[in-house]
């Protein structure tokens, strides 16, 4: 899966960890591994700008998609038997999700995460703009940022376990430079 990222926001973020984030959603969604997906991170202007040229509405906002128009409208990208596509662009603001990310009570990252996946939702197809689409949208939003945030948790444990393990074995002699001697 190619997943680019561009960040011309200013602000400073791990870029690794939303890539990480939209490569989740897109594989818990069953997308082709050889589905193409940008990632583009603006500033203020320039994502009020888009967002009164595209949606018509005053100012930026968190997140916008672009979905790319070869794909099939009659069947979403996460079908079966889809091979590989031009997902779209996401566009995210990180200084208006800062804003966000405070009221909720998490961190930026934490709400770039949630964007990234709401975007990726987007570009397969999901709204909501009605209160069922709404529900649909949000709960397998939420059921993909919890997992994500359990297999990121368990990631990091596991290499700190490592880590503390090869301190371990560094200590008593039987590290990796040791075994090879």
Known sequence: M?????????????EGSIVSAARFALDRMGVSPLAELSVLLVELDVMADLHERWM???????????PMDELDSARRPDAAGLGPALLGDIVLCPAFAKDQAKKAGHGLLDELHLLTVHGVLHLLGYDHAEPAEEREMFTLQ?????????ARDDAE????QRSTDDK????VGLDEKNEEA
Request: proline share 5%; hydrophobic share 45%; glycine share 12%.
């Open 168 to 171: 371990v074995l560094g200590a």
């Open 2 to 14: 190619s997943i680019e990222i561009a960040n011309e926001s200013g602000v400073g973020v791990d």
């Open 142 to 150: 939420n059921r993909i940022l919890g997992d994500f945030r359990t």
């Open 56 to 66: 018509d509405l005053p100012g930026p906002t968190d997140v916008m998609a672009f």
């Open 157 to 160: 444990r596991a290499a700190h």
